[in-house]
């Protein structure tokens, strides 16, 4: 653990110590069992425990072979597990040579970094002949334990079971389940305990009371049995410990010394025997079985057979139960990611709209806010960070994926992107991010609130550290009482199902969104065909339409000239309606020719001056200078994005109304840009142009936005086609905004409407 050579290192408290201890190399062993190594080629051996007297009438010689230590079948025995599959602990009986009549003993045999490796326990004392009444032999506790597992239905009786199954089997005084969470800290879920003891049911205990090496070791050798705490080790000779010139490597032995700090632990806590059982589910450690007893307990190598046999059975009816419970919500996730996909199919706008899939969203991952990032703009619902925190989110995210954009998810903001602070207003504390790359959608992101909870650990987490004659070491607590902490700044830990299901949203808006844009394309082919038919529908009414009507208009005016004297009073006012339905019919169609031109053309998008195309498109009304009796006050200095001439033509006709129904001496109007913006308009400019005319009546707001729908008799306030703001409607829509009117009668309009801005 310290340095000798370095009496500056030996002063430093470093909390990685533990992880660099090399805990395979122990080079002993424990005393309840032997240790022999041989080198595979003559099977001579090369290491020896130094207690192998107590199998062999002496310490084995260093170089002497199989045959010269046990007898004809138990070397055969061994040369089949020399040249079988390696890195597999094979139990066996083993016999000494010369042992006559003697019992074998057990023993367990593998293959592992070129040595042969057998592991000796002294032969079973015989069992009493008469049995203790309800003793089940241990193939029946098998059976006993897996009826039992069998029958819990819920996670939580499993739990409970598991625990209670294993210490009937192990003898062990207390038995607990112990869940590692993604930090690799682990929580006691099941605990099974003799009276007099406390529980450590719920108690969380740090990650680093287990070291990344011994997690390793945990997968590899999946029971670990310490049968004596106070108990010394025996040496193997002649020396590997790390340190040797060839260590011998111990991570598959069933006898391997314990590390000192793992001693002091262990007796901090009371305890002298324990075996902990890996739960290796999907080749990762899921958990263990940690065994406590308070007395010396060797395990024999057929219950440790036994116990190898438990964590597999339990490890798979976890496994099936877990799976069990997340299909079930996965089921139920995939309901609302249909209805989901249902909403966008129907509706070609809804990412304009998101409000309308955010309940079902926010059931597919479970959150309480939802970002979507697109091209243009950001839009946010429910409890969320600012948008411009949100951008460098993403920009985190893709920093952080290299080639290939995938999922990103953290539960906790503030450590996962730099500069992040949590605001007081949103707590928002983890993000599941998720690309989808189109443009109407770039990120989805999915965001939770802060979860205050409280930890009760197994006395305090931090370690702490004491003086030795060697200077200062890190030291296992003594103390083991509950030590609470509140945990901050975080939020739920994504769950699998949470990220599965994002996943699956991905690729499913993905491929929605992919054939959409085929849809669009073939769409816009055929809106590309309408489009010709209407510019020659165009041309029509511009020139084939209206010919006529001048023909009519110029008859008209010669018959009116020709019949001279002899017009009579009724045939000049027959004459007078003919010339003004032919002027009321040209005014439609040119009305029906602006609208046409209105929707057609691509939008030519640049930075606009309110001021200049305001006055531009008064001195189109109303001619220069600006007539007496009219007065137009911009109040805004405002840059918009937006097509120039589709504006101007918006804001000509809106001054033309203004000044058109308006019976005043000075008729005001003012344009601006309106500073109450809330998050229905968020990215969106809203201006108005207010008048101080005649007014429109609540009843009738919708109605002028219909084609040639006019309020008043064609002769009142200057006739027109009735098209004008129809024609703004079909402006302001292309711009991605929309348009309303707010107006009393006699008391003047304002006529709102917002323009998408792209920052």
């Given at each position: 653990?310290?340095?000798?050579?370095?009496?500056?290192?030996?002063?430093?408290?470093?909390?990685?110590?533990?992880?660099?201890?090399?805990?395979?190399?122990?080079?002993?062993?424990?005393?309840?069992?032997?240790?022999?190594?041989?080198?595979?080629?003559d099977l001579s051996l090369r290491h020896v425990s130094q207690n192998a007297d107590q199998w062999f009438k002496a310490i084995p010689e260093i170089g002497a072979t199989v045959h010269g230590l046990f007898d004809e079948a138990s070397c055969e025995l061994l040369q089949i597990v020399a040249t079988g599959l390696r890195n597999v602990v094979r139990p066996i009986k083993l016999r000494a040579l010369g042992a006559g009549s003697e019992l074998p003993f057990s023993a367990a045999a593998h293959v592992y970094q070129g040595r042969l490796i057998v592991e000796l326990e002294q032969p079973a004392a015989e069992k009493d002949s008469t049995e203790k009444l309800g003793e089940l032999s241990l193939p029946l506790q098998l059976t006993k334990a897996n009826q039992r597992l069998q029958q819990s239905t819920d996670l939580k009786r499993l739990y409970q079971?598991?625990?209670?199954?294993?210490?009937?089997?192990?003898?062990?005084?207390?038995?607990?389940?112990?869940?590692?969470?993604?930090?690799?800290?682990?929580?006691?879920?099941?605990?099974?305990?003799?009276?007099?003891?406390?529980?450590?049911?719920?108690?969380?205990?740090?990650?680093?009371?287990?070291?990344?090496?011994?997690?390793?070791?945990?997968?590899?050798?999946?029971?670990?049995?310490?049968?004596?705490?106070?108990?010394?080790?025996?040496?193997?000779?002649?020396?590997?410990?790390?340190?040797?010139?060839?260590?011998?490597?111990?991570?598959?032995?069933?006898?391997?010394?314990?590390?000192?700090?793992?001693?002091?632990?262990?007796?901090?806590?009371?305890?002298?025997?324990?075996?902990?059982?890996?739960?290796?589910?999907?080749?990762?450690?899921?958990?263990?079985?940690?065994?406590?007893?308070?007395?010396?307990?060797?395990?024999?190598?057929?219950?440790?057979?036994?116990?190898?046999?438990?964590?597999?059975?339990?490890?798979?009816?976890?496994?099936?139960?877990?799976?069990?419970?997340?299909?079930?919500?996965?089921?139920?996730?995939?309901?609302?990611?249909?209805?989901?996909?249902?909403?966008?199919?129907?509706?070609?706008?809804?990412?304009?709209?998101?409000?309308?899939?955010?309940?079902?969203?926010?059931?597919?991952?479970?959150?309480?806010?939802?970002?979507?990032?697109?091209?243009?703009?950001?839009?946010?619902?429910?409890?969320?960070?600012?948008?411009?925190?949100?951008?460098?989110?993403?920009?985190?995210?893709?920093?952080?994926?290299?080639?290939?954009?995938?999922?990103?998810?953290?539960?906790?903001?503030?450590?996962?992107?730099?500069?992040?602070?949590?605001?007081?207003?949103?707590?928002?504390?983890?993000?599941?991010?998720?690309?989808?790359?189109?443009?109407?959608?770039?990120?989805?992101?999915?965001?939770?609130?802060?979860?205050?909870?409280?930890?009760?650990?197994?006395?305090?987490?931090?370690?702490?550290?004491?003086?030795?004659?060697?200077?200062?070491?890190?030291?296992?607590?003594?103390?083991?009482?509950?030590?609470?902490?509140?945990?901050?700044?975080?939020?739920?830990?994504?769950?699998?199902?949470?990220?599965?299901?994002?996943?699956?949203?991905?690729?499913?808006?993905?491929?929605?969104?992919?054939?959409?844009?085929?849809?669009?394309?073939?769409?816009?082919?055929?809106?590309?065909?309408?489009?010709?038919?209407?510019?020659?529908?165009?041309?029509?009414?511009?020139?084939?339409?209206?010919?006529?009507?001048?023909?009519?208009?110029?008859?008209?005016?010669?018959?009116?000239?020709?019949?001279?004297?002899?017009?009579?009073?009724?045939?000049?006012?027959?004459?007078?309606?003919?010339?003004?339905?032919?002027?009321?019919?040209?005014?439609?169609?040119?009305?029906?020719?602006?609208?046409?031109?209105?929707?057609?053309?691509?939008?030519?998008?640049?930075?606009?001056?309110?001021?200049?195309?305001?006055?531009?498109?008064?001195?189109?009304?109303?001619?220069?200078?600006?007539?007496?009796?009219?007065?137009?006050?911009?109040?805004?200095?405002?840059?918009?994005?937006?097509?120039?001439?589709?504006?101007?033509?918006?804001?000509?006709?809106?001054?033309?109304?203004?000044?058109?129904?308006?019976?005043?001496?000075l008729k005001h109007l003012r344009v601006g840009v309106w500073q109450g913006r809330d998050a229905d308009h968020e990215n969106q400019a809203v201006l108005y142009v207010r008048d101080n005319g005649i007014g429109i009546a609540s009843e009738n707001v919708e109605e002028v936005f219909q084609v040639f729908r006019r309020l008043h008799l064609p002769d009142e306030f200057g006739g027109g086609s009735g098209a004008g703001l129809t024609i703004c409607q079909k402006i302001v829509t292309r711009h991605g905004g929309k348009i309303?009117?707010?107006?009393?009668?006699?008391?003047?309009?304002?006529?709102?409407?917002?323009?998408?801005?792209?920052?």
């Amino acid at each position: 653990m310290t340095d000798p050579e370095s009496p500056t290192k030996r002063s430093e408290v470093d909390l990685t110590n533990c992880d660099r201890e090399p805990i395979h190399l122990a080079g002993a062993v424990q005393p309840h069992g032997a240790l022999l190594a041989f080198g595979l080629g003559d099977l001579s051996l090369r290491h020896v425990s130094q207690n192998a007297d107590q199998w062999f009438k002496a310490i084995p010689e260093i170089g002497a072979t199989v045959h010269g230590l046990f007898d004809e079948a138990s070397c055969e025995l061994l040369q089949i597990v020399a040249t079988g599959l390696r890195n597999v602990v094979r139990p066996i009986k083993l016999r000494a040579l010369g042992a006559g009549s003697e019992l074998p003993f057990s023993a367990a045999a593998h293959v592992y970094q070129g040595r042969l490796i057998v592991e000796l326990e002294q032969p079973a004392a015989e069992k009493d002949s008469t049995e203790k009444l309800g003793e089940l032999s241990l193939p029946l506790q098998l059976t006993k334990a897996n009826q039992r597992l069998q029958q819990s239905t819920d996670l939580k009786r499993l739990y409970q079971v598991i625990a209670d199954e294993m210490r009937d089997i192990s003898g062990f005084d207390r038995v607990m389940l112990y869940r590692f969470a993604d930090d690799n800290h682990g929580e006691v879920i099941g605990e099974s305990v003799v009276e007099g003891k406390g529980s450590f049911l719920g108690l969380h205990y740090p990650a680093t009371d287990i070291p990344e090496q011994a997690r390793r070791l945990y997968i590899l050798n999946t029971v670990r049995s310490i049968g004596d705490v106070n108990a010394s080790a025996v040496p193997i000779l002649p020396g590997c410990h790390a340190d040797a010139e060839q260590p011998l490597d111990l991570s598959l032995s069933c006898f391997r010394a314990v590390s000192p700090v793992h001693i002091e632990y262990l007796q901090n806590m009371g305890v002298q025997a324990s075996m902990s059982i890996s739960i290796v589910i999907d080749n990762r450690l899921w958990g263990l079985i940690a065994c406590h007893h308070y007395s010396a307990k060797p395990l024999r190598l057929e219950e440790r057979a036994a116990c190898e046999i438990m964590g597999l059975v339990i490890g798979n009816y976890l496994s099936a139960r877990e799976q069990s419970e997340i299909n079930h919500e996965r089921v139920r996730r995939r309901r609302n990611f249909h209805n989901v996909l249902d909403l966008i199919t129907q509706n070609t706008d809804v990412w304009r709209s998101i409000d309308t899939i955010w309940p079902e969203l926010q059931q597919v991952v479970d959150s309480n806010g939802l970002g979507v990032v697109s091209e243009r703009n950001v839009q946010l619902l429910g409890s969320t960070p600012c948008a411009e925190v949100v951008q460098s989110i993403v920009q985190h995210a893709e920093s952080t994926q290299k080639e290939t954009v995938g999922i990103w998810d953290t539960h906790c903001l503030a450590d996962s992107v730099p500069g992040y602070l949590v605001e007081d207003e949103s707590k928002v504390c983890g993000c599941l991010a998720v690309p989808l790359s189109a443009p109407e959608a770039n990120w989805l992101l999915f965001f939770r609130d802060e979860y205050v909870s409280e930890v009760t650990w197994a006395g305090n987490p931090e370690k702490s550290t004491v003086q030795s004659e060697n200077g200062i070491r890190l030291s296992p607590r003594k103390s083991f009482e509950q030590w609470k902490t509140t945990v901050h700044r975080q939020s739920k830990r994504w769950a699998l199902v949470d990220r599965e299901m994002a996943e699956e949203l991905r690729s499913g808006l993905v491929e929605l969104l992919s054939l959409r844009a085929a849809e669009l394309v073939r769409l816009n082919d055929e809106l590309a065909s309408i489009n010709a038919d209407l510019d020659s529908f165009a041309y029509a009414a511009s020139h084939d339409l209206r010919e006529p009507l001048r023909g009519i208009k110029q008859t008209a005016f010669l018959l009116r000239r020709e019949l001279g004297v002899e017009l009579n009073e009724a045939t000049e006012g027959r004459l007078a309606t003919l010339s003004k339905l032919a002027s009321r019919m040209d005014e439609l169609i040119q009305g029906l020719l602006r609208l046409s031109r209105a929707g057609q053309g691509n939008l030519e998008f640049e930075r606009v001056d309110l001021k200049e195309v305001v006055h531009e498109a008064l001195e189109m009304v109303v001619g220069r200078p600006t007539p007496s009796g009219i007065e137009v006050s911009i109040e805004s200095n405002a840059i918009l994005w937006a097509d120039y001439l589709c504006v101007r033509e918006l804001f000509t006709n809106l001054i033309a109304n203004g000044i058109k129904y308006n019976q005043n001496s000075l008729k005001h109007l003012r344009v601006g840009v309106w500073q109450g913006r809330d998050a229905d308009h968020e990215n969106q400019a809203v201006l108005y142009v207010r008048d101080n005319g005649i007014g429109i009546a609540s009843e009738n707001v919708e109605e002028v936005f219909q084609v040639f729908r006019r309020l008043h008799l064609p002769d009142e306030f200057g006739g027109g086609s009735g098209a004008g703001l129809t024609i703004c409607q079909k402006i302001v829509t292309r711009h991605g905004g929309k348009i309303w009117i707010e107006s009393e009668p006699g008391q003047g309009s304002t006529i709102f409407f917002t323009l998408e801005q792209v920052e």
